[in-house]
């Protein structure tokens, strides 16, 4: 079971707009930043955003993220078919133990 | 722009050490101040980190597989590699190797190799 909670799953429409979420802790996404990654299938996954909202160069500003307490989202805005994919958010865990790095268990985007 | 490369055998026995090692080119894997990870994915589930190592040799492992792993940096040949010891089926998975960078003082991931299968099978 992984430390970040995403739904197994989303979807929308081309052209809609949609956000999946992703649920920690106060040792988690409370006190650090939120990363997100989109995973093609059969292809390793690719860096979406950093520092909870900020884009790598090449990223489509159609890819925003977001993070409130001990919550995150990332929102994807006129939605396209090459944007069906598997996308994690990820961070790090500074509870007992840690810290160390974590990803979420992942949410599969349909483009319906 | 930096490429990884993951090698390594696709086929390890029970019981015996996975090793992989991780080819970085397009760029030094002494530059910067990166560090240099591993991470794998079961089949058909989601991504588990395993550790990471500086080009100076200093790692950082998951506690859930510190007792198995060995990460180990070779700047002259720009490769880093793992080991993973006394592996069973639950081993089975894609390995990638994957470059970490900084953000106000946070590292994250933020280039990843192609990846590789590997399964643990007699």
């Keep these: ?112 | 722009q930096v490429q990884l490369q993951e090698s390594g055998p696709g086929l390890v026995k029970p019981s015996q050490t996975l090793s992989l090692t991780c080819t970085v080119s397009g760029g030094s894997i002494n530059s910067g101040v990166y560090y240099w990870s591993w991470i794998r994915q079961h089949p058909g589930r989601g991504l588990e980190w395993i550790g990471y190592i500086y080009n100076n040799g200093g790692t950082y492992y998951n506690p859930s597989l510190r007792s198995q792993i060995t990460m180990s940096v070779d700047t002259s040949k720009n490769q880093f590699s793992l080991e993973l010891s006394s592996v069973t089926s639950a081993d089975t998975a894609v390995y990638y190797c994957a470059r970490g960078d900084y953000y106000d003082g946070s590292a994250y991931i933020d280039t990843w190799g192609q990846g590789t299968l590997v399964t643990v099978s007699s």
Aim: aromatic letters at 10%; glycine letters at 14%.
């Design chain 1, 1 to 112: 079971q992984s430390v970040l909670t995403q739904p197994p799953s989303a979807s929308g429409t081309p052209g809609q707009r949609v956000t999946i979420s992703c649920s920690g802790s106060s040792s988690d996404i409370g006190s650090n930043y939120v990363y997100w990654y989109q995973q093609l299938p059969g292809t390793a996954p690719k860096l979406l955003v950093y520092g909870n909202d900020q884009r790598p160069s090449g990223v489509p500003d159609r890819f925003s993220g977001s993070k409130s307490g001990t919550s995150a989202s990332l929102a994807i805005s006129g939605l396209r078919s090459e944007d069906e994919a598997e996308y994690y958010c990820a961070g790090w865990d500074d509870s007992l133990g840690g810290p160390y790095w974590v990803f979420g268990g992942g949410t599969k985007l349909t483009v319906l």
